[in-house]
């Protein structure tokens, strides 16, 4: 089995990111999402360097040791994407394959949208396309699911979850990477934000319903990664809401690129049942799996976008 790239630092958009890239071909970017690595598709690297492919999966701002901006608003969409514009830049590419997941998957969306041009095809895990709407995002969120929706936590009370998850980093890791909650009775962890809950709550410390998804030796990685960067970066990225919603208002919203989606029937992010509506090209693909798909269903995801990829995006 390939070990996992080894890293470069490459300057790019006025930050460095940390970016580990294998194999030769034509050029697959993978966007890792909240609060991942770019060491969350391992699983995925191997077989599209077999497949033909040139591999690049960076550690985007704000993660592992890639520049971590104090200001917030850095880490704004168009922060997000420039960074992957000046990544093709880098490579010499004037498009790629951009594969995201969870957070990747936003950033892709809009990258799609914003440098059209730039973006070949399209495969996003997880996350759908977001119907921009009339109202901004973080209001709406408030007023729909509360005070305590994680996102509206993570932008009215800066610093608390950060800290929490910081001081906590292993319980929260632990408890956030599982599968199979499905097949256990629904773990009801009270008033309050529950992804804190997750990470701090003593009760919870030997871990919540579910099997992990990683070794100890994985999550190691992760553990590694975060005590160098902390989560404050990452957190950034969801406090920007409210300005993307500004900012992709410039932008038709819409997807011309083909597009692979690849869904988890267990997953907490909703579906979109209008994504066809936003998307020219699209196919779609489900598994019996959470939210951390690719990590959870590797065999299948690999094989899903294997299968795309030869008839869409041939080697």
């Not at 609060?35 to 391992?42: F, I, K, M, N």
């Not at 093709?88 to 949208?113: K, P």
């Amino acid at each position: 089995m390939m070990d996992f790239p080894q890293p470069e630092i490459i300057e790019v958009n006025g930050v460095e990111l940390e970016v580990f890239s294998a194999g030769a071909g034509k050029p697959i970017v993978l966007c890792h999402g909240w609060p991942e690595h770019a060491y969350s598709w391992r699983h995925q690297i191997e077989p599209l360097v077999n497949a033909g492919y040139h591999v690049i999966a960076p550690n985007q701002r704000g993660y592992g040791h890639s520049t971590k901006p104090a200001a917030v608003t850095d880490y704004d969409i168009q922060h997000l994407t420039g960074d992957l514009v000046g990544l093709l830049d880098h490579f010499g590419y004037e498009d790629a394959c951009f594969v995201g997941h969870d957070w990747g998957a936003i950033i892709v969306w809009n990258l799609a949208m914003m440098h059209r041009q730039r973006v070949s095809h399209v495969i996003n895990l997880s996350v759908p396309f977001m119907e921009r709407g009339t109202s901004e995002w973080v209001g709406f969120w408030e007023k729909m699911l509360g005070p305590d929706f994680y996102i509206v936590h993570f932008n009215r009370q800066p610093g608390v979850a950060d800290a929490a998850f910081e001081n906590h980093t292993e319980q929260f890791l632990n408890n956030l990477y599982r599968t199979n909650q499905w097949l256990h009775p629904k773990l009801e962890l009270g008033p309050g934000m529950n992804l804190v809950n997750m990470a701090q709550d003593p009760a919870l410390l030997d871990g919540v319903p579910g099997d992990p998804i990683m070794s100890d030796q994985e999550m190691q990685v992760f553990l590694n990664a975060f005590a160098v960067s902390g989560f404050t970066g990452g957190i950034n990225w969801y406090r920007n809401f409210s300005r993307n919603w500004e900012i992709i208002g410039n932008y038709e919203q819409h997807i011309y690129q083909p597009t692979l989606a690849i869904f988890g029937d267990y997953d907490m992010v909703p579906k979109s049942p209008s994504l066809a509506d936003h998307v020219s090209d699209l196919e779609i693909v489900d598994f019996p799996c959470g939210h951390w798909i690719q990590q959870e269903k590797p065999a299948e995801t690999n094989a899903a976008m294997l299968e795309w990829l030869t008839r869409r995006y041939p080697a």
